[in-house]
């Protein structure tokens, strides 16, 4: 008895894991286990003997028993030391990185933009930048032959030969966007659509692409008046000044009827900017009178619906307003320049917050 005692708390203190201890139990005091077997000895005992032999055997099992949750605990114990060793986490140190990338100027432009004519009731629409010339150019009063589809420098679509769908451009303004804008809700409307558009052109203030916003409001009696309005207020809120000069000079766009194309007060002095005083004037959009044909290529009557539209160069109002010298820079993806002309992630563009932290 003394060396089965012996065999097992050796093995028990030796036991790596709690399946080793398992098997050790079974051996040593399961059913079939080698106490279990000298306990059927007992049977073929004299009386004497087995007063002696039972007791004995007895506590050997319970030694064995008490070793073996002595381990177990043990076992666990250390478990749990070798856990929290190797979960441990310094919770005094600093937590991520700041976000290393910025938010882009046009992105941040367009927030804005969205933001102020969110206030005055435009929704934001969208439409492909690849669309068919129809949508780009003759739903907006822009026939084949009319000069305008050559001043825009359009990139055209391949087409493979015996391909009979209608012509597909990258689209050269966001224009055609108010007529499937027309199209999917119909009048009343009030919407802008910030996005790229594309033309063939390169120099310090052209991109072959550049971003616009375009503004549509059909109604029962719009007028210039709401045109002027509107533009006024944007103008305000978008460079933070309340008093600003706009110059609204007659125009041409085979879209509107009338046209005009705004331009804004603005001062050059030392190489930096100023809007809203000095003696120079700066165009930042088109506008005018959405023409009847146009309103009827996007299933409106003309003779029940009158509205205004405008479009507006994004990139030309983030320079104006952020000190950009050349556009050609915003698509560079130079990292020191977005670094210096990005905005923090976090910082979403708010009226009540502030436009341009
Ligand atoms: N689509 C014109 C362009 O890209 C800009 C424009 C002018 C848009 C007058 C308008 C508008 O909506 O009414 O040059």
């Known amino acids: 008895m003394d060396d089965l005692k012996a065999k097992y ?8 894991d709690e399946s080793a201890l398992e098997a050790i139990r079974l051996a040593a005091v399961g059913k079939k286990g080698e106490v279990a077997l000298k306990m059927r000895e007992l049977g073929r005992m004299t009386p004497e003997e087995r007063q002696v032999a039972g007791p004995a055997l007895n506590a050997l099992k319970d030694e064995i028993n008490s070793a073996l949750a002595a381990k177990k605990a043990a076992l666990a114990d250390a478990a749990l030391d070798e856990r929290l060793r190797s979960e441990w986490l310094d919770v005094t140190l600093p937590t991520r990185h700041r976000p290393a990338g910025t938010i882009h100027p046009i992105s941040q432009v367009s927030e804005e933009v969205t933001a102020i004519f969110a206030e005055m009731g435009f929704s934001v629409a969208e439409g492909p930048r690849i669309d068919t010339d129809w949508y780009n150019f003759d739903a907006l009063n822009i026939p084949g032959h009319h000069p305008a589809r050559a001043e825009m420098d359009t990139f055209y679509m391949h087409r493979a030969e015996g391909d009979n769908r209608p012509p597909h451009v990258l689209r050269t303004h966001t224009s055609p966007v108010q007529i499937r804008s027309m199209e999917k809700t119909g009048a009343p409307t009030r919407i802008i659509c910030p996005g790229g558009v594309y033309r063939a052109d390169y120099d310090q203030t052209h991109t072959p692409m550049f971003h616009q916003v375009e503004g549509l409001a059909i109604d029962k009696d719009i007028s210039m008046a709401n045109l002027k309005w509107v533009l006024e207020e944007f103008v305000k809120s978008y460079f933070e000044v309340d008093g ?7 125009s041409h766009f085979p879209f509107t009827e009338p046209s005009a194309e705004v331009d804004i007060r603005c001062s050059w002095e030392g190489g930096t900017l100023k809007v809203g005083e000095g003696d120079d004037w700066l165009e930042i959009l088109g506008s005018g009178m959405v023409h009847p044909k146009v309103l009827q290529a996007g299933g409106i009557d003309p003779e029940e619906w009158q509205g205004f ?25 130079d990292l020191r320049w977005l670094r210096h002309y990005g905005f923090a992630a976090l910082d979403v563009p708010t009226l009540h917050g502030g436009l341009s932290r």
């Open 309 to 333: 539209a405008f479009g507006m160069g994004i990139d030309r109002i983030a320079m104006l307003k952020y000190g950009v010298p050349d556009l050609r820079a915003f698509f560079d993806s």
């Open 244 to 250: 600003v000069d706009l110059r609204f000079r007659a």
């Open 9 to 16: 708390l050796t093995q028990i203190a030796d036991a790596g």
